[in-house]
């Protein structure tokens, strides 16, 4: 979603982000029983650790769902400002957060069918912040949780897509342009996810 509340300052223009966009887990029915937590990607990886362990043969999946991710997504993102633009349909010619969404959802269809997962669960975990379902979370919901937080980082601090695409970048008002982009580049999935789970002590190959 778009509902960011820390301000983060555009790599391109002399000013902040219109927006920022999060990965957020929704639980629950109805207004009494709604829950909600932000998910990033390494409180998206830790949500997997229980059902890993369990099924560690699983692994090579999640890491092939990242080296894809890293492959499709960063030359595809927006920066936040134009993103959020496309999604009010003040700037065309980007991709807009409903075919990134729908982007997402393919490459988990792909390496997490829901012929094969759509009953696997993860366990709740207790640092997460909001109370789990009894069974767990399904796995699918926490892959595209863990994708969804990887493509809002993508937007909020990235730079490749800019520097490829310097003529679509929406200008916010009067802003000045920068000389150069000056965010840090955002970290690789694949790699962020190897050193996690080795944090968890869940063997990683290749």
């Known amino acids: 979603d778009n509902q960011g509340r820390e301000e983060m300052p555009h790599p391109f223009y002399d000013c902040s982000h219109i927006t920022v966009w999060t990965s957020r887990l929704h639980l629950g029915e109805g207004v009494a029983a709604k829950r909600e937590s932000e998910v990033t990607v390494e409180k998206g990886i830790d949500l997997l650790v229980p059902f890993l362990k369990r099924r560690p043969e699983m692994t090579d999946r999640l890491l ?94 990235g730079t490749k897509w800019i520097e490829e695409n310097k003529d679509l970048v929406y200008r916010p008002g009067e802003a000045k342009r920068k000389r150069k982009a000056q965010n840090k580049a955002v970290r690789a999935l694949l790699p962020r996810c190897q050193e996690r789970l080795d944090t968890h002590n869940i063997a990683v190959f290749g």
């Open 64 to 157: 092939t769902l990242a080296a894809k991710l890293d492959e499709e997504l960063p030359e595809i993102v927006p920066d936040a400002t134009t993103l959020q633009a496309a999604y009010t349909r003040r700037h065309q010619g980007v991709t807009t957060p409903d075919e990134l969404a729908k982007r997402i959802s393919s490459v988990v269809n792909e390496i997490f069918p829901r012929e094969q997962f759509a009953e696997e669960y993860t366990t709740a975990n207790g640092s997460f912040g909001v109370e789990m379902p009894k069974k767990g979370l399904r796995v699918r919901i926490a892959i595209g949780g863990l994708a969804a937080a990887y493509l809002s980082e993508l937007a909020n601090r």
